[in-house]
């Protein structure tokens, strides 16, 4: 029989992804005692073990970021700076953008994101307010009239067995895992236009239908032949062909997620200059190099890089088989993702077109020394869309598509706890659904998105908050997420203090004020300057 053991904390934090570490931040900092658990390696989710750099909104070095969010992204260059020879053009840059990408002006490793996130947790662990398990998985939940008296997590290696007894317990898990073991109400996939009168809902709701995921890798291209084994299956993806999408998935060719017209990519191996333009008119992906480059060796002294370094986070890798929400498919699926990205490993190896006529790159190397794995893909599949609560607020697309609202300004909230900006941004989905890409306003994180209608003690901090399948799109994204777990930290920090519920803070005006005024000295900004969307 498994062992079994018993923790009693404050507050348990389940999932150890972005959200999870910012609301552990805030809690740590309001001197409460919190237990975090952690399926991977690493914590910090997609920025670390997912391998994403962070998706984020043009005046990220301005304003609409949380300031610990912003000492996140300091301490990220601050590393670069401490540890790795910059160019002198680099190092005297203070918006450092290692990779130079185009989807980020913080393009960087995710082992050094995981670095500076043990390093922003070190002095917890040390005085034993903050207990990191890993790995860890939630498998049961204890609850009794709408309040979680515990959460048990197994050790997927061994099935050793934790009951976590909490005051408080947040759901930070990648898919909202915690949802269905604690009997919290919750939507999944994609509503139906009926029920949230959302115009790019669908007209019939689908449970299954929820955003492609994809398992990033990371790569180089050094001298000598780095191919991989053939797959075994790889005629079948070679093959494999959406119906929207204009070729075999084993292609440069993707849809513009703007105009839906496929579109032919290029990959330019260690270009000797860069290429830029306005991320609201340009989505930087026509080059798929230099896109989500994290390490360009222009950054760095002479010599000292062979290669750029790349990570692929690229829509040939968008898995559409089936959704790993609710499913006895979940394991096949996570596998078949996986293949998916390792077919096209082995074709830009083999047969990929290459600029000078030729065909593959046979120096193309996998490097799983940087994402902490043997086989060269991430720890963990990059998630985009999660089970979402069903939440006494629910953001719709209404509420913040310029289209819809017939204004780009910003889109406020009663009781907001946060801001956010991001193109409301659907991937291809396991619905059969081709790219959903809507002009966003700035927006704000309304306090009622993060309260439950029923469970009493239990907080969303990741994607799982009240937003609908559409307005997902614009709410899971980096900095989103972390503001998402820092405001969740926050709010039950400020329960516990006063013995309340959410619910209770959400119903009285007052306490909300009092939730805000703490959030602002926290340096959480709740709205946005008059700016336009994109």
Request: hydrophobic share 40%.
């Amino acid at each position: 029989m498994n062992g079994r053991t018993t923790i009693t904390t404050e507050v348990a934090i389940i999932g150890g992804g972005l959200g999870s570490v910012a609301a552990a931040l805030a809690l740590l900092q309001r001197g409460r005692r919190v237990v975090m658990t952690e399926e991977y390696a690493w914590l910090g989710g997609q920025l670390t073990s997912q391998a994403v750099p962070p998706d984020e909104h043009i005046w990220v070095e301005q304003f609409g970021v949380t300031a610990r969010y912003r000492a996140l992204r300091e301490g990220i260059r601050r590393y670069y700076r401490d540890h790795y020879p910059l160019s002198d053009t680099a190092r005297a840059d203070r918006e450092l953008n290692p990779g130079r990408g185009r989807v980020s002006r913080l393009c960087h490793e995710p082992r050094v994101a995981e670095a500076v996130i043990s390093g922003l947790l070190a002095p917890y662990r040390s005085t034993g307010r903050l207990t990191v398990l890993q790995p860890a998985v939630p498998v049961a939940a204890d609850v009794s009239d709408n309040v979680v008296r515990s959460v048990t997590v197994a050790d997927p290696r061994t099935g050793a067995e934790t009951v976590i007894n909490a005051e408080f317990v947040l759901d930070g898990t990648e898919t909202g895992d915690l949802l269905p073991l604690t009997g919290t109400e919750y939507v999944v996939g994609a509503e139906a236009r009926a029920d949230t009168g959302e115009p790019s809902a669908a007209e019939v709701a689908d449970p299954a239908n929820v955003q492609s995921i994809a398992w990033c890798f990371v790569f180089d291209h050094v001298a000598g032949d780095h191919t991989i084994a053939r797959p075994d299956d790889y005629d079948f993806w070679r093959s494999f062909e959406l119906p929207f999408w204009g070729a075999p998935m084993l292609s440069f060719t993707a849809p513009n997620p703007r105009t839906l017209a496929p579109e032919e990519r290029t990959m330019n191996v260690n270009p000797a200059s860069d290429v830029t333009g306005d991320p609201r008119f340009d989505a930087g992906d026509n080059d798929l190099w230099q896109f989500r480059r994290i390490a360009a060796r222009q950054s760095f002294a002479d010599g000292f890089y062979d290669s750029d370094i790349v990570l692929a986070n690229w829509p040939q890798l968008d898995y559409v088989g089936g959704s790993i929400i609710d499913t006895d498919d979940r394991s096949a699926h996570l596998q078949a993702a996986k293949a998916q990205s390792r077919a096209y490993v082995y074709w830009l190896q083999t047969e990929a077109p290459r600029p000078d006529g030729g065909r593959g790159w046979p120096g193309l190397r996998l490097r799983g020394d940087l994402v902490g794995t043997a086989d060269g893909f991430a720890q963990a599949p990059y998630i985009r869309e999660s089970r979402r609560i069903k939440a006494l607020t629910t953001v719709r697309e209404q509420d913040v598509s310029i289209k819809a609202r017939g204004y780009d300004g910003p889109a406020r909230f009663e009781g907001s706890v946060g801001v956010g900006m991001y193109r409301i941004d659907l991937h291809p989905s396991t619905g059969g659904d081709n790219y959903i890409d809507v002009e966003c306003a700035p927006f704000e994180i309304p306090l009622g998105a993060l309260v439950p209608v029923a469970t009493q003690n239990l907080v969303p901090a990741a994607k799982n908050i009240g937003t609908t399948h559409i307005t997902n799109g614009a709410y899971r994204l980096h900095p989103v997420e972390w503001n998402i777990g820092e405001s969740a930290g926050e709010l039950v920090a400020f329960c516990l203090e006063r013995g309340l519920s959410p619910q209770q803070i959400a119903a009285d005006d007052v306490a909300v004020d009092r939730l805000q005024s703490r959030l602002t000295e926290a340096g959480v900004e709740l709205h946005w300057p008059e700016i336009a969307g994109y």
